[in-house]
């Protein structure tokens, strides 16, 4: 990759990076109905988003779209998935296999996106020592041993909200350098090197639930 390529990931706005999946997912879509251009005025008009903030978005890529032509659609699909990283693989552990960490090691979907659950780990005698989709399930007390052995270095948080932050702190000493978190619980972390997710289902349910209720009282 060349460093205007890595120039470019350092200076995304994090809307734009929220946006590319879109488009993803849209020339994923026109390549296996063997669509060849798009331009993008089409892109626009089929997810809402203004065409000229495409073209913004798109720039931070190495690829370029013909006048009057668009994108090429295969190239475009490549670009934006190397972009990502969805095409090289990160390993991660999970820690919570509940029912929502269970739900995530059976999704399949997610190792098309580079992400591969190599483990789960949790406080429960009953799964412990378990697979579940050929994910072993071990003891927490093993999270260091174990992930040093699958070289991961993402950590899935799926645990109740008042271990989020211990979760996180033993993930962290055991050399994970990015954090997906699942609870509400904002956690804090003291190293620098260490990215931060959250993906708080419930903060999405609140949001929509909001919106649905203004919607409602204006048709009442």
């Not at 990759?1 to 994090?14: C, F, Q, R, T, V």
């Not at 999970?94 to 929502?100: F, K, Q, R, T």
């Not at 350098?177 to 090197?193: G, H, M, Q, S, Y």
Request: net charge neutral; hydrophobic share 40%; aromatic share 8%.
């Amino acid at each position: 990759m060349s460093d205007n390529h890595n120039l470019a990931k350092e200076l995304l706005p994090e809307p734009t990076l929220r946006r590319l999946p879109w488009y993803l997912a849209y020339v994923s879509l026109l390549k296996s109905k063997e669509v060849e251009y798009v331009s993008s005025t089409q892109i626009a008009k089929e997810l809402n988003v203004d065409a000229s903030q495409i073209a913004k978005d798109l720039s931070f890529l190495s690829v370029k779209g013909k006048t009057r032509i668009g994108y090429k659609v295969d190239l475009l699909e490549r670009e934006l998935q190397n972009f990502l990283g969805f095409k090289k693989g990160h390993n991660a552990v999970i820690v919570g296999v509940g029912s929502l960490g269970a739900a995530l090691i059976q999704d399949s979907g997610l190792s098309h996106y580079g992400l591969n659950i190599v483990a789960g780990f949790d406080v429960n005698p009953e799964i412990i020592g378990q697979e579940m989709c050929n994910v072993p399930i071990y003891d927490i007390s093993e999270l260091e041993k174990k992930r040093k052995k699958l070289r991961a270095e993402i950590g899935i948080i799926t645990v109740p909200v008042e271990s989020a932050q211990d979760v996180a702190d033993l993930m962290i000493a055991s050399g994970i350098k990015a954090l997906w978190n699942f609870t509400p619980f904002r956690i804090r972390v003291a190293a620098e090197d260490v990215v931060i997710q959250n993906t708080s289902i419930y903060s999405h349910l609140a949001v929509m639930y909001n919106r649905l209720g203004v919607k409602l009282r204006q048709t009442q």
